[in-house]
């Protein structure tokens, strides 16, 4: 049994910050590539930032010098940092992860944490 859960979602206005935390529990061997997910109303899901256990971080376009994603693997979390937030990251964030569970490679999804910026 392996859960994700997100938190750090708020409300914040326009320029603020905030930081989300996923955290990965239950029968974990290793965590490999994990990301952050957002998908706001009337709108696809659409990736946000990924960091995998090797290899280079990935952000996407609309997010650069803004967000930061990285991980504590002590604590099997990872984090996303957001500043500067605009109006348009208002969204559903979702943590991802692909984790060895002993049986296999499987991808996890969180519950989700909403993230609102307006003034």
């Known amino acids: 049994q392996v859960q994700l859960v997100e938190s750090g979602g708020d409300l914040v206005r326009p320029g603020g910050s905030l930081r989300l935390s996923c955290a990965a529990s239950?029968?974990?061997?290793?965590?490999?590539?994990m990301g952050w997910y957002r998908q706001a109303p009337g709108k696809e899901r659409e990736l946000v930032a990924t960091?995998?256990?090797?290899?280079?971080?990935y952000y996407a376009d609309s997010v650069k010098g803004r967000f930061t994603i990285f991980r504590d693997n002590a604590k099997n979390t990872m984090y996303l940092q957001m500043n500067s937030l605009k109006p348009e990251d208002t969204a559903v964030y979702y943590c991802?992860?692909?984790?060895?569970?002993?049986?296999?490679?499987?991808?996890?999804w969180g519950q989700g944490t909403q993230v609102t910026v307006s003034s």
């Open positions: 960091i995998p256990s090797v290899g280079e971080r």
């Open positions: 239950g029968r974990i061997f290793s965590i490999n590539v």
């Open positions: 991802n992860a692909n984790i060895h569970t002993g049986g296999g490679n499987y991808a996890f």
